[in-house]
């Protein structure tokens, strides 16, 4: 399973970004889709998550109500819209995804990883 992370950039504060992760060589029919994020010296944090069953995202409190998912499954690629952007979303952004499941929040559950795109929010 490769997955193809793209859309970081350097932003000012309040703009916006989209990120998109692209999923190809799965063989798995079914999968829930992470955005995680990490800063340098910090462990990785859930971001979102995108249920393959229901269309439901799962947001982190810290990105709810200003980040949104979204996912076009014919093209396999979860989008990640970005508005409102501060200082503290700076850090690299991954993508991941695991076989349908619960636990859609839980980072070790996820078994395939994107390389990671950066977004860097500067004031």
């Given at each position: 399973?490769?997955?193809?992370?793209?859309?970081?950039?350097?932003?000012?504060?309040?703009?916006?970004?989209?990120?998109?992760?692209?999923?190809?060589?799965?063989?798995?029919?079914?999968?829930?889709?992470?955005?995680?994020?990490?800063?340098?010296?910090?462990?990785?944090e859930?971001?979102?998550?995108?249920?393959?069953?229901g269309?439901?995202?799962?947001?982190?409190?810290?990105?709810?109500?200003?980040?949104?998912?979204?996912?076009?499954?014919?093209?396999?690629?979860?989008?990640l819209?970005?508005?409102?952007?501060k200082?503290?979303?700076?850090?690299?952004?991954?993508?991941?995804?695991?076989?349908?499941?619960?636990?859609?929040?839980?980072?070790?559950?996820?078994?395939?990883?994107?390389?990671?795109?950066q977004?860097?929010?500067?004031?």
């Amino acid at each position: 399973v490769q997955l193809q992370a793209s859309g970081g950039g350097s932003v000012q504060v309040g703009d916006s970004l989209r990120l998109s992760c692209v999923i190809s060589g799965r063989t798995f029919s079914a999968y829930d889709t992470a955005w995680l994020r990490q800063t340098p010296g910090k462990e990785r944090e859930f971001v979102a998550a995108m249920p393959w069953r229901g269309d439901r995202p799962v947001y982190s409190a810290s990105v709810r109500g200003q980040f949104f998912l979204s996912r076009d499954k014919a093209k396999d690629t979860v989008y990640l819209q970005m508005n409102s952007l501060k200082p503290e979303d700076t850090a690299v952004y991954y993508c991941a995804v695991k076989a349908n499941s619960a636990d859609v929040d839980k980072i070790a559950a996820y078994e395939y990883w994107g390389q990671g795109t950066q977004v860097t929010v500067s004031s």
